[in-house]
C-alpha cells in the first residue's frame, strides 16, 4: 500500500507541477546550504604492503577471470569488464547447472561450463555470484581446487566475511562485493570490503577491474548491508519512481513511449548534475524551485503523499533484510 500511494503521490505532483506551469513568475532563489559530517567506529583493515612481483599469478599473463553463478549480476559485471576492454571475452568463464542463464555468457563470447570446479582449475580471480543460501553448498563443492593462487569474491548478499573464511581453505584470499546491476552499462555502483587474508595490491587490482563498471570503492564491512538496501535495490526504486513520474503525465495526455523516455532522460541528467556539482541535492533542487512556480507545487503533492519518508523506509527495510539474510 505504501508503494502504492507513494506512486500516486508522484504522478500527483507531476499533474500539480504541469498546472501549475500556466502561473507566470519569474524569481530568482537563494542557494540552499547544507553540510554533514560522516563518522562510524567502523574501519577499513589496514593495507598489507604487497609488490606486484607477489601477486599469486603472473601478471605478463593473460588475467583469467571465473563467474560461479550465471545471474542479471554475474552477467552485469562481466558485461562491464568486456565492453571496457579491461579483459577480453576469451578470457572469461562461468559456470551454471544448466544452460538457461550460460547464453547470455556466451553471446559475449566467454567459455562457458557446468562444472563449478573447473572455473576453480582455470581461472585467478573467482566471482562468486550464486544464491546466498545456494553458497556454502558450492563453496564445499568447490574447497578442494581452492589454491594460494585464487582471489575469491563473493557477490551473495548477507554473507559474511567471517563465514566466508570459515567454509574455505584456511587463509584463502576473499573479499565480499556488492554491485548494482547498472555495471550491465558501465553506470555501476560497487563496494567491497576485504578478509583477513586479502593483500593491498590485490585488492587495488580488484578495484581497478570492478571502476569500469562505474563507482568502486573500499568500504568497511559495517556499509555492505546499508549499500545493499540503498543501491542494489535502489536501481528498483528508482524505475518505480521513473514509472510515476510518467504515468503523471500520461494522465496529463502525453504518449507513453515519450513520457517513459523523457522521464528516464531526466533522472539520467539529474543524476549527473549532483555527481559532477558535487552539491548537496538540496542546493540543486533550489535552483528548479522558484516562489510560487511550477515545481513547489509539485514538491508540496510529494511532500502531501510522504515520498520522502517513503524512501527512507525503503532504504531501511532492505537493509535490515539484508541483516537477517546474514545471520541465516
Known amino acids: 500500500m505504501a508503494g502504492a500511494s507513494t506512486a500516486a503521490a508522484v504522478a500527483a505532483a507531476v499533474a500539480t507541477a504541469t498546472a501549475a506551469s500556466s502561473t507566470k513568475v519569474s524569481s530568482s532563489t537563494p542557494y540552499l546550504t547544507s553540510s554533514s559530517t560522516f563518522s562510524s567506529s567502523a574501519t577499513i583493515p ?125 587463509k584463502s584470499r576473499v573479499l565480499r562485493i ?31 577491474l570492478l571502476s569500469v563498471c562505474g563507482l568502486c570503492e573500499e568500504v568497511p564491512e559495517a556499509y555492505i548491508n546499508i549499500h545493499t538496501g540503498l543501491s542494489g535495490s535502489g536501481v528498483a526504486y528508482v524505475c518505480m519512481f521513473s ?31 549532483l555527481l559532477q556539482s558535487g552539491q548537496h541535492p538540496a542546493q540543486l533542487r533550489s535552483e528548479v524551485c522558484t516562489p510560487g512556480g511550477t515545481t513547489i507545487y509539485g514538491l508540496h503533492a510529494l511532500e502531501q503523499g510522504g515520498l520522502r519518508a517513503a524512501a527512507m523506509n525503503a532504504v531501511e527495510a532492505a537493509t535490515r533484510r539484508a541483516q537477517e539474510l546474514n545471520k541465516q
Open 46 to 170: 589496514p593495507p598489507i604492503t604487497m609488490s606486484s612481483s607477489q601477486l599469486p599469478w603472473t601478471p605478463d599473463s593473460p588475467m583469467q577471470i571465473g563467474f560461479v553463478g550465471a545471474g542479471r549480476m554475474a552477467e552485469a559485471i562481466a558485461m562491464g569488464i568486456i565492453v571496457s576492454g579491461k579483459v577480453e571475452a576469451n578470457n572469461v568463464m562461468a559456470s551454471a547447472p544448466s544452460d538457461k542463464n550460460l547464453w547470455h555468457f556466451q553471446n559475449l563470447g566467454c567459455r562457458t561450463t557446468h562444472s563449478n570446479t573447473e572455473v576453480l582449475q582455470n581461472c585467478s580471480i573467482v566471482f562468486f555470484a550464486t544464491k546466498p543460501h545456494i553458497l556454502p553448498i558450492v563453496l564445499a563443492e568447490v574447497s578442494p581446487a581452492v589454491t594460494r593462487k585464487h582471489v575469491l569474491v563473493s557477490v551473495a548478499a548477507g554473507v559474511s566475511l567471517h563465514t566466508l573464511e570459515k567454509l574455505l581453505p584456511p
Open 243 to 273: 514509472e510515476a513520474l510518467a504515468e503523471g503525465a500520461i494522465k496529463l495526455g502525453m504518449p507513453s513511449g515519450l513520457a517513459h523516455q523523457i522521464a528516464a532522460q531526466t533522472l539520467l541528467g539529474a543524476a549527473k548534475l
Open 178 to 208: 556488492m554491485p548494482n546491476l547498472p555495471c550491465r552499462v558501465q553506470e555501476g555502483a560497487v563496494v567491497m570490503t576485504r578478509g583477513r587474508y586479502a593483500e593491498k595490491c590485490e585488492t587495488e587490482y580488484l578495484q581497478n
